[in-house]
């Protein structure tokens, strides 16, 4: 499959979960957890913790959507008939049929709740059998252990760790970065399968 352009609307579903297009208006969806969970962007090189801070995480992620490098997306729990957080694919290279996904997070109360499961799960599939990707990749801090196990668990697996990647929001000190990744074969071979099996 070839697509020359990423979709511009797009809408994924199950039972558990939907994932639609991030728009401005959701700082009304997402400020509680802005304001009462700030932990929960303790790793994050954009930070939404407090009201600016939101409407600007929001803002970048729009802007880079319309550059065609960045497809943001907010969550919504159907179970508990609430939005849970925020989730996207970055980096996006059509040509070279490769992507990241990231920026996920979730407030407190969704966590553990098999959530990111049924998000994951939602998100690669698009990836590989909608958009035909070959590579899907995954990072995080090196430090952000709740993540990584998180990764691991729906079958990432490790490629190395970038050593002074990046900055960290503070711009301080820099960050070690972990590399993970799916591929196509493996998507089809046993991590679709084997994720399947855990929701």
């Keep these: 499959m070839r ?3 990423f979709p511009q609307n797009i809408i994924l579903e199950d039972e558990f979960v939907l994932l639609r297009p991030l728009e401005l208006s959701d700082i009304n969806h997402l400020l509680d957890f802005s304001l009462n969970e700030p932990e929960t962007w303790e790793y994050s090189l954009v930070r939404a913790n407090g009201k ?3 409407e600007n995480y929001i803002q970048i992620a729009i802007k880079e959507k319309v550059s065609g490098k960045e497809f943001p997306f ?3 729990d159907k179970k508990a008939n609430k939005y849970a957080g925020s989730t996207r694919f970055y980096d996006i290279n059509l040509p070279f049929k490769t992507v990241q996904l990231g920026y996920t ?3 407190k109360d969704f966590r553990g709740t098999g959530l990111n499961k049924h998000c994951k799960f939602l998100l690669l ?3 590989f059998e909608t958009l035909g990707m070959e ?3 995954l ?3 090196n430090n952000n252990t709740r993540s990584i196990a998180a990764m691991k668990s729906i079958g990432c697996k490790v490629e190395g760790v970038l050593r002074s990647n ?3 929001a503070e711009g301080i000190v820099r960050r070690d970065s972990i590399v993970l990744s799916i591929l196509r074969s493996e998507w089809f071979d046993e991590v679709k399968g084997n994720l399947q099996k855990k929701l």
């Design 135 to 137: 590579r899907v990749e």
């Design 52 to 54: 600016e801070n939101l």
């Design 125 to 127: 599939q698009f990836a």
């Design 105 to 107: 997070w979730y407030g």
């Design 3 to 5: 697509i020359s352009q």
């Design 139 to 141: 990072r995080a801090d």
């Design 74 to 76: 907010i969550v919504y």
């Design 166 to 168: 990046m900055p960290t």
